[in-house]
């Protein structure tokens, strides 16, 4: 993945903490044009968040977010250069520092899947249009 921002007209790479409120916009513009409804886009915005989060703070070298709508569905991928995330996880306590974010991620999104792909890992969430 490059080390500067890329974008394109459905996807975009991200590798600071400061690309962070752009990847938001990014995601948020995306939905509004392909027809997300504004109480779902706030829960893409907060499970993309999460996951972009995530890869600045467990990977190296940043990661890309791709969005489009498909078979009635908003599809969004997040690759990154990490390990396979296990999902299906139950709720860490609320008192829990970490651990969180992909438990939310699963909650918030109509379905969650992840693969292995060259070089790292692509986490799928899709949210019903």
Same mark, same amino acid.
């Given at each position: 993945? $490059?080390?500067?921002?890329?974008?394109?007209?459905?996807?975009?790479?991200?590798? +600071?903490?400061?690309?962070?409120? #752009?990847?938001?916009?990014?995601?948020? @513009?995306?939905?509004?044009?392909?027809?997300?409804? @504004?109480? #779902? /886009?706030?829960?893409?915005?907060?499970?993309?968040? !999460?996951?972009?989060?995530?890869?600045?703070?467990?990977?190296? %070298?940043?990661?890309? /977010?791709?969005?489009?709508? @498909?078979?009635?569905?908003? +599809?969004?991928?997040?690759?990154?250069? %990490? !390990?396979?995330? $296990?999902?299906?996880?139950?709720? $860490?306590?609320?008192?829990?520092?970490? %651990?969180?974010?992909?438990?939310?991620? @699963?909650? +918030?999104?109509?379905?969650?899947?992840?693969?292995?792909? $060259? %070089?790292?890992?692509? +986490?799928?969430?899709?949210?019903?249009?």
């Amino acid at each position: 993945m $490059p080390e500067s921002l890329a974008e394109s007209t459905d996807g975009m790479s991200y590798a +600071v903490p400061d690309d962070l409120r #752009r990847v938001r916009a990014f995601v948020t @513009e995306r939905a509004v044009a392909l027809g997300l409804s @504004e109480d #779902r /886009i706030d829960v893409l915005t907060l499970a993309v968040s !999460e996951l972009t989060t995530n890869t600045l703070q467990h990977t190296s %070298g940043g990661g890309h /977010i791709r969005v489009w709508a @498909e078979d009635g569905q908003l +599809v969004c991928d997040v690759v990154d250069r %990490g !390990e396979d995330r $296990p999902f299906g996880r139950s709720m $860490p306590s609320a008192e829990a520092v970490r %651990g969180r974010g992909l438990a939310i991620v @699963e909650r +918030v999104c109509d379905s969650v899947h992840t693969a292995s792909v $060259p %070089g790292g890992t692509l +986490v799928r969430i899709c949210l019903d249009l």
